[in-house]
């Protein structure tokens, strides 16, 4: 029974040791995405979809640890409360589409990465960026529809401070080995207000933004994540589809 028992915490401990991958060199790049005026309308939540906010409340989602989140909620819309730290969902999702509004602050602040940022997180690590991109330059692989530090977008359709707009996300999750190695890497299709800005992308791994990407395995479904980068940027109309 004993040696069952510590036969079963050695293996736990090699498949912890054994789940981070190497880091693989991609080029950053170099050309500027043009930029695009989008049309007017968003889209409502069909019929098969799970509402995550709905302009009410946040019982869908939760703070750090399982806390309440702490973001203001009014006027239909939620508002990243800076230093209260990113809000996740209750509920876990592996392959999905998800729609998901958004505006920057009305008067902007600061330059670059530090105007209008936020994010969406797919499965709490892989970052479609949010942030103010309408006349605000920073590095393409970090502007608002980038998988951060690895895919620009593929044109810049944002609109101005202020005005709603929307991502539909299409993402397929990662598949891991028994021994944690990533054997089908994520994909991301992105369409900005509208319009394709991500086509079906194979993500490189975690999206830091101070290392290289990796990928370190993990389960099936996770929480989608929303960043606090500090800004007060806002969210609306937010609804997911398994697939
Ligand atoms: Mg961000």
């Known amino acids: 029974m004993r040696s069952g ?9 090699i498949t912890v040791a054994a789940k981070a991958q190497e880091a693989v060199p991609f080029p950053a ?24 906010f709905n302009g009410k409340d946040l019982s869908q989602w939760r703070g750090a640890d399982g806390a309440p989140a702490k973001w203001i909620v009014r006027d239909g819309y939620v508002e990243v409360a800076a230093g209260t730290g990113d809000i996740s969902t209750a509920q876990q999702f592996g392959n999905v589409q998800l729609h998901i509004e958004w505006a920057t602050p009305t008067i902007p602040r600061g ?15 892989y970052e479609v ?37 929307a ?24 369409l900005h207000n509208g319009v394709l800005i991500q086509n079906n992308v194979e993500i490189y791994g975690i999206t830091y933004n101070d290392r290289p990407a990796l ?4 389960a099936p479904e ?22």
């Open 29 to 52: 790049p170099k050309t500027e995405p043009p930029i695009v005026t989008p049309g007017k309308a968003n889209s409502d939540p069909p019929s098969d979809a799970i509402v995550l």
């Open 167 to 190: 991502y539909d996300i299409i993402f397929k999750a990662p598949k891991f080995d028994e021994q944690g190695k990533v054997v089908d890497r994520a994909r991301v299709t992105v």
């Open 5 to 13: 028992l510590s036969t079963l915490i050695l293996l736990a401990a």
């Open 129 to 165: 960026q949010v942030l103010d991109s309408y006349d605000n330059k920073t590095y393409y692989h970090g502007q608002a529809g980038a998988v951060y530090k690895q895919y620009a977008p593929l044109v810049n359709v944002s609109r101005k401070p202020g005005e709603w707009q």
């Open 215 to 218: 990928y370190i395995a993990h």
């Open 222 to 243: 996770e929480s989608l994540r929303l960043q606090d980068h500090g800004n007060p940027v806002r969210y609306r109309n937010i609804w997911i589809r398994r697939l």
């Open 111 to 125: 330059e670059g990465q530090e105007r209008g940022n936020s994010g969406v997180f797919l499965m709490g690590r």
